[in-house]
């Protein structure tokens, strides 16, 4: 995995996007550096996955640059920047529904070159503490283990930073408190940059190492947890509206 400290490792300046012909996002500028837990948190309709979709590659932004190891990466679909080194989570841990977890790992360490060994997926199983058997099928899988062989394809090939949208999502709070470890053991102990948009308040408590609170496509408050939570702004938009 590739640790240096650049000048701009990842971020985003001045980004916009119009979606069905409503202003989703404005003027959003974010940063992160490597073993940085970021939070996102906001009101339904912030515009909080689409900034993710932007950073993945997913979708392309109407104004404004993103920025990786200090270039522009703009024009990178979401598989070049997989393949760079920035790796993505959904809400929805979808997988595929004719494959087994081998098969499904197995086409993840075949998915480009070069090749990964199987071993290479056991290590990232590991890390995750994911232990299901490899001959079941998905469709067995429960939402956590879901969860757990995605980010084991992710884990595998080392990525420097992780997008996560809303990881503890249908979890119930002993898997929210595995998440929280196996958070913690990648941003601290590997290095790994987190930027993580979750709702559950009471994980990006013990994780998080700075909040930007979104409403309405644009950012209203950054800073440490429990000081963005006392903004009156933030209050409004986040535990009164």
């Known amino acids: 995995m590739d640790t240096e400290l650049s000048k701009n490792f990842f971020s985003c300046n001045d980004i916009s996007i119009d979606l069905g012909g409503r202003e989703i996002l404005r003027n959003i500028n974010i940063n992160i550096k490597p073993g940085e837990v970021l939070g996102i948190i906001g009101p339904n309709g ?5 900034l993710i979709e932007i950073l993945c590659g997913r979708y392309k932004q109407k104004t404004g640059d993103v ?12 598989f070049e920047r997989a393949r760079m080194g920035i790796g993505r989570t959904y809400q ?18 075949q998915a480009n070159k ?19 058997d490899w001959d079941v099928e998905n ?12 980010m084991t394809s992710i884990l595998m090939r080392e ?34 940059a987190v930027l993580i948009v979750e709702h559950r308040i009471e994980l990006l408590e013990t994780i998080a190492d700075r909040v930007i609170v979104m409403d309405a496509g644009e950012i209203i408050a950054e800073g440490d947890l429990k000081d963005v939570i006392d903004n009156p702004k933030v209050k409004e938009a986040y535990f009164e509206g």
Do not use: H, Q, W
């Open 114 to 132: 070069p090749y990964l060994p199987i071993t290479d997926a056991e290590y990232a199983a590991d890390l995750v503490k994911f232990t299901v």
């Open 46 to 50: 912030a515009g909080k996955t689409s």
């Open 67 to 78: 920025i990786y190891k200090d270039k522009n990466i703009n024009d990178k679909k979401l």
């Open 159 to 192: 990525p420097d930073i992780i997008l996560m949208d809303e990881p503890a999502s249908g979890l119930i709070n002993a898997e929210i408190d595995e998440i929280d470890n196996t958070l913690r053991m990648l941003s601290k102990e590997m290095n790994i």
């Open 92 to 109: 929805t841990p979808v997988v595929p529904e004719d494959l087994t977890v081998g098969e499904t790992l197995k086409a993840a360490r």
């Open 139 to 150: 469709t067995k899988l429960e939402t956590f283990n879901r969860r757990k062989l995605l």
